[in-house]
RNA sequence: UCCGGUGUAGCUCAAUCGGCAGAGCGGGUGGCUGUUAACCACUAGGUUGUAGGUUCGAGUCCUACCACCGGAGCCA
């Protein structure tokens, strides 16, 4: 018997169809426990799936049996048995047990099966992951992750790492982190924008992702002090070409989401029907248009402003798709914004708003590529022109028309998973109460 | 930073007009061969966020502080 059991092969629970009546070991944790007397049902978690022990006193040795009885919620185990169809079983399979072996007892575990509070599951995040719709939307943050870079990847585009690091604020308008650099200061990044629009000079279509990261005092559910951003920069590119571009990451996105992450929507019961809707081309309109169904509504907004999150809401509300709003005015957007030669108080931007509510996804637009235009924006902005001068470089060195965005990874994944929560979609969190764990 | 809200058992919550500190889950013990957040019986578990104040008496009323939640601004 211990003979023939070092033989079986060790099995996960994503692919245990393919092992119908075969002996295998499951390597897990217990997800869950009940029984009837001398049948126990262990559910076991491996981290791809979840499929149910069935323990029978009669075909296991007694002391094995005994340590089942005793096991808690989150203990070590590694089950071996035969896979058997059964219709009672959640998932259709479950796993006829003839051996069990425990690797370690947990403690009692602080995260039962009832509800708990936000606070709480955050302070326990470490533990929160090992849930099944906390699992289900990192695994789709990663497909997002995934499907992001290999859609540039296709496109012929670079990955160039942009730093963490920097001397001085990209864009000169929200507060950094600063830190101690040896004799000086430096600041984590808010944006690896400028330093991919050098890069595109040099490889001519690229992209970054990593962290970037906001000292501003944002306590709403759509906001982190630390987030993710892919942020493509294409040289000899204009607004509506980058706006092609955006829309087609968002639709392959959403598509290979859709494709390979179809049990953890379910888990999430998420609507699938929103998510199947998104397709190419995407409703474009320009700020004065938004602004009309503003005025429609009766919102309480000044001509000019930014939009704020509300207003935001109502726009979205006339579209089953993301929309891109372009043309903002150029005193509400950041200094390196090309304006518009048709309408100079107007800025050649874009950004991307997701459907139901979730707000701002994707903003970018095409760059000022005029040395003389760009220094008389940064001395207007109040920016240090010397931190700028490398930045202008680029546009005394064969300037050209070029224009990226940046996706916010974030609250992307929250509007594909539909959560309410940005908290939610990043494994942990940072956010102005909240640095632990 | 501003506005609003909440703090009671490990967790989620109740406690009427200011009058004995409660339940479910989780834990422990026992029972059960088809459970799906099992069920049944028994059991342990409390500085009511902190510090003051009013009162014969405060979880409840007052003041300050702390923590967290939601929203605004800003943004992705």
Not at 2 to 9: D, E, R, Y
Not at 326 to 337: E, G
Not at 377 to 401: M, T
Request: proline content about 5%; some cysteine.
């Amino acid at each position: 018997m211990k003979g023939l059991n070092h033989m079986t092969q060790r099995a996960y629970i994503a692919e245990i169809s393919n092992y119908h009546g075969k002996d295998v070991k499951i390597h897990g944790w217990v997800y869950n426990k009940t029984g009837k007397g001398k049948l126990l049902f262990i559910m076991i978690r491996d981290g791809t799936g979840i499929i149910q022990a069935v323990i029978f006193k009669n075909n296991l040795k007694p002391e094995i049996f005994e340590a089942c009885q005793n096991l808690t919620q989150e203990s070590a185990i590694i089950v071996t048995g035969t896979v058997s169809e059964d219709q009672r079983a959640k998932g259709g399979y479950e796993l006829q047990a003839n051996d069990v072996e425990i690797v370690h007892i947990a403690e009692e575990y602080p995260i039962s099966p009832k509800e708990h509070g936000t606070d709480f599951l955050m302070d326990n995040r470490h533990l929160w992951l090992r849930s099944s719709k906390q699992h289900a939307v990192l695994k789709i943050r990663h497909e997002i992750i995934r499907a992001a870079r290999n859609y540039f990847d296709n496109l012929g585009f670079t990955l160039i790492d942009a730093p963490i690091f920097t001397p001085n604020a990209c864009e000169g308008t929200t507060s950094l982190f600063e830190t101690d650099y040896f004799d000086t200061k430096a600041y984590l990044t808010q944006s690896g924008q400028l330093y991919m629009e050098a890069a595109a000079m040099a490889f001519g279509k690229v992209y970054c992702f990593g962290p970037t990261f906001r000292a501003e005092k944002s306590k709403t559910r759509r906001h982190l002090t630390e987030f993710w951003m892919i942020e493509p920069e294409v040289a000899f590119c204009d607004l509506n070409q980058d706006m092609d571009l955006a829309e087609g990451m968002v639709e392959y996105i959403v598509t290979k989401v859709l494709e390979n992450r179809q049990d953890d929507l379910e888990i999430l019961e998420r609507d699938v029907s929103k998510l199947e809707n998104i397709k190419r081309p995407f409703p474009r309109i320009t700020y004065d248009e938004a602004v009309e169904f503003l005025k429609a509504a009766d919102a309480d907004f000044v001509q000019g402003d930014d939009f704020g999150a509300t207003d935001e809401t109502i726009i979205s509300e006339h579209f089953d798709k993301p929309v891109m709003i372009t043309h903002y005015p150029a005193a509400v957007k950041a200094f390196y914004m090309k304006k518009d030669p048709q309408r100079p108080e107007r800025a050649l931007c874009v950004d991307m708003i997701a459907p139901e509510g979730y707000g701002e996804i994707i903003g970018g637009g095409q760059r000022e590529d005029d040395y003389d235009t760009l220094l008389h924006d940064i001395k207007k902005h109040d920016l240090p022109e010397h931190a700028f001068q490398w930045y202008l470089d680029i546009r005394k060195y064969g300037s050209v028309p070029h224009a990226g965005f940046g996706l916010g990874i974030e609250r992307t994944v929250a509007w594909i998973c539909g959560r309410p929560h940005i908290r939610e979609t990043i494994p942990f969190p940072r956010t102005m109460y909240r640095l632990n764990p």
